[in-house]
C-alpha cells in the first residue's frame, strides 16, 4: 500500500546530523544535557558565603543508525580515538519541523567516541546493513 501525503510526514525524520562533513542516516539522537554547578566564592572580608556559575558539564549523547557495511566511517572514527590518535570531530544536529524547516541547529564541538556497538541486521537490496549505536562525550555546545 503507498503512502499518502498525509502519511509521509510520520516516516520522515526530523533531525539531520552532519558528522564531520559527512551526513549520516540517524534514526535516533539522545537528549542534549547540560549541568551548571555553582561554585563558592567570598568577597574577602564578608562572613557570608557568595556562589557563582562554574564551567558547564555536557552529558554524553547518543546516536542511533545504520549504513552500509561498505561505508564504515563511523566505526573507523571510533579505531582512529582508541588508537590514541587526535579524532575529534565537530558534529551538527539541525532539528526540524513537519514541512522540513530547520527548527533549532546544536554544533556539538570537539566531540570524542567514548562508547560503539554494532549490530549487522542482515541485507537490503543486495547490500549488508550494519546498524549502530555511538555514544560521545562532547567538550563545547552552540545553539543556534
Known amino acids: 500500500m503507498a503512502l499518502t501525503e498525509y502519511d509521509e510526514h510520520i516516516f520522515v525524520n526530523n533531525f539531520i546530523v552532519d558528522m564531520g562533513g559527512e551526513k549520516k542516516h540517524i534514526r535516533k539522537v539522545s537528549p542534549i544535557t547540560m549541568r ?5 566564592t567570598t568577597t574577602g572580608n564578608h562572613r557570608w558565603k557568595t556562589f ?3 564551567r558547564p558539564n555536557y552529558g554524553n549523547i547518543t546516536f542511533e543508525g545504520s549504513e552500509l557495511k561498505t561505508d564504515n566511517s563511523v566505526e573507523s572514527w571510533v579505531k582512529e580515538a582508541y588508537d590514541g590518535k587526535e579524532a575529534r570531530k565537530d558534529i551538527t544536529v539541525k532539528v526540524r519541523n513537519q514541512k522540513g524547516e530547520d527548527v533549532r541547529v546544536f554544533n556539538l564541538f570537539r566531540c570524542l567516541p567514548v562508547a560503539y556497538s554494532k549490530i549487522d541486521i542482515g541485507s537490503q537490496g543486495g547490500e549488508q546493513t550494519m546498524h549502530w549505536v555511538l555514544e560521545i562525550r562532547v567538550q563545547r555546545i552552540e545553539m543556534a
Open 36 to 40: 551548571v554547578p555553582k561554585v563558592e
Open 52 to 54: 557563582r556559575p562554574g
